[in-house]
């Protein structure tokens, strides 16, 4: 069940362990990704050689693999961290940023999840074309509502994830026990890049806390939403949101669960319908 209460526990216990969160990111995202990670008290760290990814990921309380810049070198990379972090168990989350744009992309995403990870987030057109649907992303921006990939999502569970994400205007989270739909958030969070990558590093941090990864990533996902709204109200427009959401990030108590809008579904025989 996900409550404010079971939110913030989550929330304290990342401020106060401060949990190594091993990102294999983007150039687009790492800055802000960092800066975010930060702002909940996790402890962020960005390595991508191939030679040092391995060893890195066993130091770390989770894993978040972004394929947003990729590069034989960077897949490499990627794999090896993989591998190592699920020899010591280490929760891993794939970001598959851009799958269905090209081929090498969706290719990439698929033989990494095929090799198993904890968690998968990613956006409706990303779902789809991650779970084999014939779906074209605009660039890495999606071109499918959040509802319309859930059954995708839900497809991928018995494809290599443990948990599926689908974030969008509502956030879908499918996991064993069924499905959980976060309804937080605020559009303009749409205008600032490295927004869905900071929900996936985040998401990392939840679950390095959480050993149930449904529910560390719906508190993720319920943050980063509650976050959002604060920050629209005190920015005028998204260069003042994005140092306002990290304002929200680092302040984010007690009082703002009041804005939780959560919707819980056992099983998937009834899907939500928004």
Not at 6 to 20: F, H, N, Q, S, V
Not at 52 to 58: F, G, L, Q, T, V
Not at 80 to 96: E, G, Q, S, T, Y
Request: with cysteine.
């Amino acid at each position: 069940m996900i409550t404010p209460q079971t939110i913030m526990r989550d929330a304290r216990e990342i401020r106060r362990a401060g949990p190594l969160i091993h990102n294999i990111t983007n150039y687009v995202a790492m800055n802000f990704t960092a800066n975010a990670l930060l702002a909940v008290g996790a402890s962020p760290v960005m390595a991508h050689a191939c030679g040092e990814a391995a060893e890195m990921a066993s130091l770390a309380s989770a894993l978040v693999i972004n394929i947003g810049t990729l590069s034989p070198d960077w897949v490499c990379a990627m794999e090896k961290a993989r591998d190592a972090a699920a020899r010591k168990k280490i929760p891993v989350l794939l970001d598959p940023v851009g799958a269905g744009a090209t081929a090498y992309r969706t290719e990439t995403a698929a033989g990494l999840l095929a090799r198993g990870v904890t968690a998968v987030r990613a956006n409706g057109s990303e779902t789809m074309a991650l779970a084999g649907a014939y779906v074209r992303t605009k660039g890495v921006d999606s071109t499918a509502p959040s509802r319309g990939a859930l059954e995708a999502a839900v497809s991928l569970l018995g494809r290599g994830a443990a948990v599926a994400v689908v974030s969008g205007e509502t956030d879908y989270i499918a996991g064993s026990g069924g499905i959980v739909a976060i309804k937080n958030g605020h559009p303009v969070m749409a205008r600032v890049t490295a927004m869905g990558c900071a929900a996936s590093a985040i998401a990392g941090a939840f679950m390095a806390v959480n050993g149930d990864p449904a529910q560390a990533c719906a508190h993720a996902m319920a943050v980063m939403g509650m976050a959002g709204e604060i920050a629209a109200e005190n920015s005028r427009g998204p260069g003042s949101f994005q140092a306002a959401f990290l304002d929200a990030l680092h302040s984010i108590g007690e009082k703002d669960m009041e804005r939780l809008r959560v919707e819980e579904k056992t099983g998937f025989a009834a899907l939500p319908c928004n």
